[in-house]
């Protein structure tokens, strides 16, 4: 048990590291980025606030699927793509890998393209294709 809340403490440091980081840049992908990190780190209120108004409903049907297993990020990378009326596309590499009951099963992010849009001044996480 200590060595989870350790582990979570060390993911929640390197989180919040890479999201001071990236706080000069102001993109679409960091805002996905920003959005898998809380995902991983079952940050309810970090998740919602980087959501666009629409998704933040399904943003926590993401997180409810995630809540009782353990999940790490491996090699996440975001970049924007294109754009699709008000969207701006975002493709991703690396994996979200989730541990049940002692077997790791590894979610590609590159199989979805995620949807961003600026609200409120902000680039938020507004669904996946």
């Known amino acids: 048990m200590k060595h989870s809340v350790f582990n979570s403490l060390i993911l929640a440091c390197l989180i919040l ?22 995902l991983v780190a079952k ?3 970090k998740l ?20 009782s297993v353990e999940t790490s990020l491996k090699d996440l990378q975001c970049q ?10 975002v493709t991703c590499t ?3 890998v989730a541990n049940y009951n002692g077997e790791l099963q590894e979610l590609d992010l590159s ?9 409120g001044g902000e680039w938020r996480m507004c669904g996946y294709r």
């Open 17 to 38: 590291l890479s999201l001071a980081a990236c706080g000069s840049k102001d993109s679409a992908a960091t805002a996905v980025e920003g959005y898998l990190e809380a």
């Open 43 to 45: 940050d309810g209120t």
């Open 48 to 67: 919602t606030n980087l959501s666009c108004a629409d998704w933040e409903a399904s943003a926590q049907v993401d997180l409810d699927s995630l809540v």
């Open 80 to 89: 924007d793509s294109e754009t699709d009326g008000d969207y701006t596309l």
């Open 94 to 96: 690396g994996s979200i």
């Open 111 to 119: 199989a979805r393209t995620y949807q961003a849009v600026q609200e």
